[in-house]
């Protein structure tokens, strides 16, 4: 037998139940808190119930919600997160617990008070608080220190809150004790009270334990009341890992709790967060060990989850005793029916988390979570997880094999129709394939080969190497055409564009590096901080210049982190507010004019290598020579695309084809926009 091949669904540790108190969970898989900001008004509605309900189709045993519903009106939310102080939630929670009860997943929820993480200057304006006046720089506020009736109204605000959640039919509740308010009483570096709140561990966890004791007394005995804890802050000025640890021990010996959910780091700055929550090119599960450690001390169920992407790890964390439950979480969003694939024996289908954390950062910079590559999810209630076959199949041919091309190959291929695929290079991936050339993104190429498998599995046809005209794609008589041929570099945006490379030309390798390089980045996304990280890399001195008020905007924190600490290490320079004018030969140099757009005022820079990163342009040739062939003249009838109707509008009765662009064949934009595109369009074909 091969001993990398998955052991039988019987014998499986994944698959085995789970006895929590009365509750048995049916597997040892769970989605841990999490804030997708999908609330309506701070009440989880349709959007957030078929989220997580998807979850609950897919197999897994325990969905955990929010991150984290808030109990006190100053703790406003600063992910979305749901509103646990409103009466008005329990109507809605008791949808969810039923719809996730109606699936076999048991459904739980995580409340907290923020403390100093989050802000005043929204909802009530009500003055944040915290044990100690001590800024987080994540958040910005300057906090009030707490008093004693404050102190007071909030243990009674947890009650309250606790109170909601089981009357909404929750299984249970979590509490948040990591950068929040419980546990910023644990830590010295962020309680410096000189009273009975402070000192020795017994009074840094008054709080906690007055919290629990109040839940306690209003829900029961029986109801399960979790705690997802950091046990160690990995922080010279934090929490230490001995004090963590007998905070756990302690908890678990005080009969108010019924699991922990471990924590390991802090999570005040992007950079510390960022090894709570790993991005790609890091291990998989840095914390596993910790958390076995801390299980076998307490012998007490832990549950947990930091970067464990794949079946693999999270087998091994269970066949190895490290977690009693192992969360799964970003792989969830990927794919909210891992757990039915590995029941079915269907790994190999499982579409993969690649760390690209386009979720997370779109979180933490205010918007909703989105997967990078599986546009159903947060979109249930208009987006398949699921293709359906489509009434009658039909000959389609994409021209294209980037993101969006393979996406549209996979959901037309998926639902029954004959797929051919015309690709100009010699294997597939487009613009993805250079971005996962850097080597800690090459998780990328994940998003290209797990389409090519499914492709493999219906039988597409593709066709590299081949530059098709109108004439090969006539050629195979098609009825459905997708142009996704993607763009190419715009880098004309400055007198003397002809002296500049672009960034393809840096990652792909076609133009050899200079030894001291201005990457000018009007696009603040990706691609130009890839380049910047290639060209950092390699020794050379660079400079980076952007228009924007901030640097690298359309990047999220949580990977704006590496790119930071590499370009930090390497001594690079960043100048903000700046626009490339011009560029001229000076010598065997490049002369390079800075202007602003707040004064007349220019500068120069003379380098070897000028970079220019400006988005692309639609690569569109054969779209507008098959368009007036088409039987729709290339038209998108919106309203049908929106709300889930075929494309019917007929422009010119004599075409025998349907003809469609999607993804940088239609405009620059990114590798969700493109996948969207494709499986939004295809699905109704």
């Known amino acids: 037998m091969d001993p990398s091949a998955s052991p039988p669904a019987s014998r499986d540790p994944l698959l085995q139940p789970y006895r929590l108190k009365h509750l048995t969970l049916r597997n040892r898989i769970l989605s841990t808190a999490h804030e997708p900001a999908y609330s309506e008004g701070g009440l989880p509605k349709e959007r957030y119930r078929l989220y997580h309900a998807e979850k609950a189709k897919g197999g897994i045993a325990l969905t955990m919600t929010a991150g984290s519903a808030v109990v006190s009106r100053d703790s406003p939310e600063a992910f979305g997160n749901l509103h646990a102080y409103k009466d008005e939630i329990v109507p809605w929670l008791r949808e969810l617990s039923e719809t996730c009860h109606e ?8 409340i907290t ?30 906090p009030k220190a707490a008093e004693d009736w404050d102190i007071a109204r909030i243990v009674a605000d947890y009650a309250d809150a606790a109170e909601r959640m089981q009357a909404g039919g929750l299984d249970g509740i979590e509490l948040e004790a990591y950068g929040h308010l419980l546990d910023q009483f644990w830590s010295p570096a962020t309680n410096a009270r000189d009273d009975d709140w402070n000192g020795a561990l017994d009074n840094r966890l008054r709080f906690t334990s007055a919290v629990l004791e109040a839940i306690r007394g209003r829900v029961g005995p029986d109801f399960i009341v979790g705690l997802r804890m950091v046990a160690d802050e990995d922080w010279e000025q934090g929490l230490s890992r001995a004090e963590g640890v007998e905070i756990a021990r302690r908890l678990a010996a005080s009969g108010h709790i019924d699991f922990l959910n471990l924590i390991r780091g802090h999570i005040e700055t992007d950079a510390a967060l960022s090894k709570v929550i790993p991005t790609q090119g890091t291990p998989a599960g840095p914390h596993l060990d910790f958390c076995g450690e801390v299980r076998a001390q307490t012998r007490f169920p832990v549950f947990h989850a930091a970067r464990i992407p794949d079946v693999a790890t999270a087998r091994h964390a269970v066949a190895e005793g490290k977690l009693d439950m192992v969360g799964m979480t970003r792989a969830h969003i990927a794919d909210p029916h891992i757990v039915t694939k590995i029941a079915a024996g269907r790994e190999q289908e499982i579409r993969p ?37 489509a009434g009658k199949p039909k000959r389609a041919v994409v021209v294209g094999a980037g993101p969006a091309g393979l996406e549209a190959a996979r959901v037309l291929s998926a639902r029954g129709h004959r797929v051919t695929v015309f690709e100009a290079a010699s294997e597939a991936g487009g613009q993805l394939r250079l971005a996962a050339r850097v080597p800690r993104r090459r998780e990328l190429i994940g998003i290209v080969d797990w389409r090519l498998a499914r492709c493999a599995d219906k039988g597409v046809a593709f066709h590299f190497n081949s530059y ?10 098609p009825e459905v055409v997708v142009i996704a041929t993607g763009g190419l570099p715009n880098t004309e945006i400055l007198a003397g564009a002809e002296l500049a490379v672009s960034s393809w030309d840096i990652l792909s390798g076609d133009a050899p590096l200079g030894e001291n390089v201005l990457l000018y980045d ?36 949580l990977n704006h982190v590496a790119y930071a600490r590499c370009l930090d290490e390497h001594g690079a320079r960043i100048t903000i507010n700046k626009r490339v004018r011009a560029a001229e030969l000076a010598g065997n140099r490049v002369k390079v004019t800075l202007g602003s757009d707040y004064s007349e ?4 820079r003379e380098v070897d290598q000028l970079v220019v990163e400006h988005g692309t342009l639609p690569l569109d040739d054969i779209y507008f020579e098959l368009k007036p062939l088409s039987a729709n003249l290339g038209a998108v009838d ?19 084809f349907r003809l469609y662009r999607i993804g940088d064949a239609v405009a620059s934009r990114n590798v969700h926009a493109a996948i969207y595109d494709a499986l939004r369009l295809c699905k109704d074909v």
């Open 601 to 604: 005022r220019t500068e120069t």
């Open 113 to 142: 008070h923020l403390g100093r993480r989050t802000n005043w200057n929204k909802a009530d304006w009500l003055p944040v608080l915290a044990p100690s006046p001590i800024r987080e720089p994540a958040h910005r506020a300057f």
């Open 522 to 557: 009007d696009n603040a996304s990706h691609p130009g901080l890839a380049a910047a990280e290639m060209i950092a890399e390699s020794g050379a001195a660079l400079e980076i210049v952007t228009p924007e008020r901030f640097f690298a905007v359309d990047v999220g924190g």
């Open 468 to 477: 098709a005209g109108a004439a090969e794609v006539l050629a195979e008589d």
């Open 638 to 656: 919106y309203e049908a695309l929106l709300s889930g109707r075929p494309q019917e509008s007929v422009g010119n009765p004599e075409g025998r």
């Open 103 to 110: 699936h076999g997943a048991a459904v739980m929820m995580q």
């Open 353 to 389: 988390c690649v760390g690209a954390t386009y979720c997370l950062d779109r979180i933490y910079e205010g918007h909703e979570a989105l997967c990078i590559h599986n546009p159903a999810t947060g979109r249930e209630a208009t987006m398949p997880h699921v293709l359906r076959p």
